[in-house]
């Protein structure tokens, strides 16, 4: 059974303005959360990540909150632009070591 | 980037034949890890390293083996390839809690 959900497959956004990318998870235990941003014909990269003792971490255009009575973190990017255009993955895990994906979200920032 | 290569990026294989992919890192990290990725299935975890010798199951282990001899190489074999094993293959290697993983390039198999 899937522990990290993705529900919205795909997303399309204007240049400018804010997307808005979200995950859900099951796993109460779990207490590291990252998001991937992904290219065609690459690995996935870094992007930010939060633990469960905070709800909010920034950087630059991109922030990451959770909302751990909810089982559910979202990851706003603002402004987008036209380059963050990619297929973005949500990940979790309770120790660190094994990291649990989600199924990813394409976004599309439309110029 | 992060010094972890995959090769081969690309191999196409006939059913039946064993396939061998093979992951370096430069950076003597001790986590590494084997995904596959598949369209609506995201990237799901096949086998793991926590050391040298030291291996474990992902959720979807079955009709792979890996071993690791060295810090530095992770295998993953496919001892009879099957149709159902055509995917994109990533090795990522662990920088903690706070960064994740650091992924290579992939490595595309088509079984055919």
């Known amino acids: 059974d899937q522990q990290v959900k993705q529900n919205s497959p795909s997303l399309s956004v204007q240049e400018g303005r804010i997307s808005i990318l979200n995950c859900d998870y099951t796993n109460s235990m779990f207490d590291y959360f990252l998001w991937y941003k992904k290219y065609p014909a690459e690995g996935p990269t870094f992007l930010i990540s939060?633990?469960?003792?905070?709800d909010k971490n920034e950087d630059g255009r991109f922030t990451v909150f959770l909302n751990k009575s909810a089982k559910h973190l979202s990851l706003h990017i603002v402004p987008s632009q036209p380059g963050d255009s990619a297929v973005y993955f949500c990940?979790?895990?309770?120790?660190?070591?094994?990291?649990?994906f989600g199924t990813g979200t394409s976004l599309t920032v439309i110029p | 980037d992060a010094g972890i290569t995959q090769s081969p990026r690309h191999k196409v294989t006939e059913t039946g034949t064993p396939v061998t992919l093979r992951c370096h890192q430069t950076e003597n990290h001790r986590y590494m890890y084997w995904y596959r990725q598949d369209p609506g299935h995201g990237l799901r975890l096949i086998h793991y390293s926590y050391g040298v010798k030291d291996t474990d199951k992902g959720e979807v282990s079955d009709g792979y083996s890996v071993s690791r001899s060295k810090t530095e190489d992770f295998l993953l074999t496919l001892e009879s390839a099957t149709s159902s094993q055509t995917s994109v293959y990533f090795c990522?290697?662990?920088?903690?809690?706070?960064?994740?993983?650091?992924f290579g390039s992939g490595t595309r198999l088509t079984v055919v």
């Open positions: 990940a979790a895990s309770d120790t660190g070591n094994q990291f649990y």
């Open positions: 990522a290697i662990s920088r903690g809690q706070t960064y994740g993983y650091t």
């Open positions: 939060i633990s469960s003792i905070k």
